[in-house]
């Protein structure tokens, strides 16, 4: 940013500091001089010349500006009492000095101003009333530093450190750039250097990028037909899926300037720098157009302005800005808007609507082959051995977004570095998936021998549950290694081939069935419920409650829709569309099915009590068991039952 815009905004503020800060200094030095005079009575000079000529006047102090006159005391002081008298004798003070201070302290005090009076030191002596002057000792310079320098100092200390701690919390220019648009609320790229090879699947979301791309290479094959180009494009999805990332690709791929800026730096302490933050930002890439100006998590100011319990007018502001410049610019320059939300249910209408972020591009988590894709891009930054295997890997990722792909690697990386390693192995990419699904194993977290069984039959419960129900998916591994994400052991499932985007209604009860199975061998082995079922029940009661309202899976309600999911591309909480009788009802169907599904898993671990303590005890031994071996032990003991 040019100078000259910097030091506009700073003169204003310099103006109301410089008169604030002579007006208190000004103030202070009345108050000091009226507090040097006020002591005592005023008298007029003639009064002064009537008392002096009968003898009243003990004595004069004189200054520039005034007289200060003591009156003679004449009453008798003396101590009330005889010991307090004696006492001080006895402690070694001089009585008669007391008394005269006492004395002394006790006159009358009058003053009156100061006449160039030449026969006033005369008659003093005359009278014989004593007399004497302040010693001056302050000089004229280190006057002039207390009463001027020194207060302004002060005050030019309380006002940097204010605006320092202001400036702190509006994380910008402070009161000196308050509207004025600092240079890094954006940041400029002139050139991204990622293209879209750096994003690996979103085919579709490419595609409709490209045509941006095409338009800002190419404007003239557009406007020939007569073709407008849409202004901005929202990219919609959960985070971590790439939306950042795809928008920086369409930069770099057009070879355009790239603006980029965070939904949540519009919004500031002061109404009104939003909105001229927008303004600015769309005037500098007006300049530099073509180019694409980014808003990331738009969701921060395009919030909708109306059901809300307090109205925040800085944000809507900063949106009626936007939404003016959105339609102010001419988009036949090139200048391409993209923004990301992961909340577009969230957003204002009017951001929506025709001419302004008409198209959507939605950005979901990648299914198998996307992940596969994501992780062949990462790998690439880091140093592996000949054999490893990505399909497997994406196998075991189900549901992770690219950014968590890019972490697995990366961690992957981290864990060949702690071994001494100089290239990642496929072990170490396993282990990898593990750390981000489940959280860190921690060594140090020691179970008790009590515990340690608990839960290895625990974990080998729902092993057992999945493996002799039709509906679920084939145990990849099974371990009571304690992890830092908070579960004690964990059992891994993965899909023979990809995930498949319905379930049935078998598959579900199926799954919670795996689910209370945990707690079901509690029950069954040890006859005790522990706390290790927390999470396995939170799960199982969410399926079972989603089947009732929401998949239209119950007997009793049919297909009707009792609860819908807000915020689906975040955490998905569901809200109630129901009465309260019908919640009622639900909570009871809840539980009768979660009861069901308990007993059937009860039922199923009586049948392969063999297996259970079998395999539990080699997961006690050795603390993880794979998939492979889990199946071999567990067939081997349904033949040798059959055998029998
Ligand atoms: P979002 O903006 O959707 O929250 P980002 O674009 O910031 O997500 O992605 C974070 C990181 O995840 C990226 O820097 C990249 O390393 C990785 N990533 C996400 N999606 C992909 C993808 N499709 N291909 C390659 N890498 C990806
Ligand atoms: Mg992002
Ligand atoms: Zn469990």
Excluded at 320 to 338: A, C, H, P, R, Y
Excluded at 493 to 520: C, N, S, W
Aim: with cysteine; proline share 3%; glycine share 6%.
């Amino acid at each position: 940013m040019d100078n000259k815009k910097k030091r506009s905004p700073l003169k204003s503020p310099l103006l109301i500091f410089l008169v604030i800060s002579v007006a208190a200094t000004v103030l202070l030095n009345v108050i000091m001089l009226s507090m040097q005079t006020s002591r005592g009575q005023e008298i007029s000079y003639s009064n002064f010349l009537k008392m002096l000529n009968e003898e009243k006047i003990d004595e004069v102090i004189l200054s520039r500006e005034q007289l200060t006159i003591y009156e003679k005391f004449d009453g008798e002081i003396e101590f009330k009492s005889n010991d307090a008298a004696a006492l001080m004798s006895i402690l070694g003070i001089d009585t008669d000095s007391v008394l005269e201070n006492a004395r002394k302290s006790s006159r009358n005090v009058y003053y009156t101003g100061y006449i160039a009076d030449s026969r006033l030191l005369e008659m003093l002596d005359e009278k014989g009333v004593q007399y004497s002057t302040p010693i001056q000792r302050n000089n004229p310079i280190l006057d002039f530093f207390l009463t001027w320098i020194l207060p302004l100092g002060i005050i030019y200390l309380l006002f940097f450190l204010l605006t320092r701690s202001m400036s702190k919390k509006m994380g910008g220019g402070g009161i000196m750039g308050i509207g004025q648009s600092s240079a890094k609320m954006y940041n400029v790229e002139n050139a991204t250097g990622i293209t879209f090879a750096d994003v690996a699947g979103q085919e579709e979301a490419k595609e409709s990028l490209r045509e941006i791309v095409d338009y800002l290479h190419n404007p003239s094959k557009y406007q020939a037909i007569g073709a407008k180009q849409p202004k901005g494009a929202l990219l919609v999805g959960p985070p971590g899926t790439g939306k950042t990332l795809l928008a920086k690709a369409v930069a770099g791929e057009a070879k355009v300037p790239f603006f980029s800026l965070s939904g949540s730096e519009f919004v500031e302490m002061f109404v009104g720098v939003g909105a001229s933050r927008v303004r600015d930002l769309f005037k500098q890439a007006n300049a530099k157009a073509p180019c694409i100006i980014f808003i990331d998590e738009i969701d921060a100011i395009g919030k909708s302005r109306d059901n809300q319990i307090s109205s925040n007018d800085e944000r809507e502001q900063t949106l009626n800005q936007l939404l003016s410049e959105m339609d102010g610019f001419d988009s036949s320059k090139g200048l391409v808007i993209l923004a990301a939300t992961n909340r577009p249910e969230v957003l204002d209408k009017a951001l929506l609507r025709p001419g302004r972020f008409d198209r959507r591009i939605i950005v979901e988590k990648p299914d198998l082959k996307g992940r596969e894709d994501i992780l062949k891009v990462h790998i690439k930054n880091v140093k592996t051995d000949t054999d490893i295997n990505l399909h497997e890997m994406a196998l075991a990722t189900s549901g992770a977004a690219g950014a968590d792909l890019a972490n697995m690697v990366n961690e992957a990386a981290l864990r060949a570095v702690r071994c001494n390693r100089k290239t990642v192995t496929q072990e170490d990419l396993m282990e990898a998936v593990e750390i981000i699904i489940a959280g860190k194993e921690k060594k140090d977290r020691i179970l008790s021998e009590k515990e340690k069984r608990i839960v290895a039959f625990h974990e080998v419960g729902h092993a057992i549950a999945t493996a002799v129900q039709k509906h679920t998916q084939p145990v990849h591994k099974i371990t009571i290694v304690p992890r830092t994400m908070g579960s004690l052991g964990y059992t891994m499932q993965v899909p023979e081939e990809e995930e498949h985007y319905l379930m049935t209604k078998d598959e579900i009860v199926d799954q919670i069935t795996v689910f209370l199975a945990g707690r079901a061998t509690e029950e069954l082995v040890f006859n005790v419920k522990t706390t290790g079922a927390a999470n396995d029940i939170e799960h199982a009661t969410e399926l079972a409650r989603s089947m009732i309202t929401q998949y239209g899976m119950s007997d009793k309600f049919g297909m009707a829709g009792l609860e819908s999911i807000q915020n689906k591309y975040l955490d998905g909480r569901s809200v109630s569309n129901c009465s309260e009788e019908t919640k009622t009802d639900i909570d009871k169907e809840i539980v009768g099915l979660l009861k069901n599904c308990y007993e059937k898993a009860t039922d199923i671990l009586k049948k392969n009590r063999g297996a259970l303590d079998e395999i539990s005890e080699f997961l006690i031994n050795k603390e993880t068991i794979t998939g492979d071996q889990f199946m071999e032990i567990f067939s081997r003991v349904k033949e040798e039952k059959n055998d029998d």
